[in-house]
C-alpha cells in the first residue's frame, strides 16, 4: 500500500507481461493476482491514449472518470498540469497528438484516484515537459504504482522499490 514499484529487466525479460497480468489483460501463468477489499487500478499501457472518446474535448474527456470528490477546479488544474491552458482544454481528441493523447489518458487515471496506478512506460514518445508532469505527478501520488520504464532519472525519482525481472523470475 502506497509503495512506488519500478519493474526492471532487459526487453523481452517479461515486465510488461506482468504488468498486464496485474491488469487482468492476461491470466497468469501461476498463481493469482488478487486485490484488497475495495482496491482497484488504472492501467495505462500505450494502447490507452486511443481509448479516449474523440468525439470529446480534453476537460471533458478528463471529467468523464473523475472521482465524485473531484472539483472542476482540479480537473482545471490537472489539465493545466499537463500542459493544456486556456483554449487548449477545448481542443477535441481527434485533433490532437498521440503525445496530447497520452497525457489526456494520464490526467483522467489520476483524477480517478485509483488505489493503484498500474503504468507500462508512461513515460514513452512524451517530451521533456511532458515527463516532468507526469514525475511531480507520481512523486505526489498516495496511493500504489507499479510502473515499468527504462528512463533511468524518472525511475530513480519516482520508485520507493525496484522489483528486478530476470531469467523469468
Known amino acids: 500500500r502506497g509503495d512506488h514499484i519500478a519493474v526492471v529487466g532487459y526487453n523481452g525479460a517479461g515486465k510488461s507481461t506482468l504488468l498486464k497480468a496485474l491488469a487482468e489483460k492476461l491470466e497468469p501463468q501461476s498463481g493469482e493476482v488478487e486485490y484488497g477489499h475495495n482496491a482497484f487500478y488504472s492501467y495505462y499501457a500505450q494502447h490507452v491514449a486511443e481509448e ?48 496530447e493523447k497520452a497525457r489526456v489518458a494520464l490526467g483522467k487515471m489520476l483524477l ?48 520507493k522499490k525496484i522489483l528486478e525481472i530476470k531469467d523469468g523470475r
Open 112 to 159: 480517478r484516484k485509483s488505489p493503484i496506478l498500474i503504468l507500462d512506460e508512461p513515460s514513452n514518445h512524451m517530451d521533456f515537459q511532458t515527463v516532468e508532469a507526469l514525475t511531480q505527478a507520481l512523486m505526489h501520488y498516495k496511493g500504489t504504482v507499479i510502473f515499468v520504464s527504462h528512463d533511468r532519472s524518472f525511475v530513480k525519482r519516482i520508485a
Open 52 to 99: 479516449l472518446d474523440h468525439s470529446s474535448d480534453v476537460i471533458s474527456e478528463m471529467t468523464c472518470t473523475a472521482a465524485d470528490d473531484v472539483y472542476r477546479q482540479d480537473i482545471s488544474d490537472m489539465a493545466g498540469a499537463f500542459l493544456f491552458r486556456g483554449e487548449d482544454v477545448f481542443k477535441k481528441i481527434k485533433f490532437l497528438s498521440g503525445g
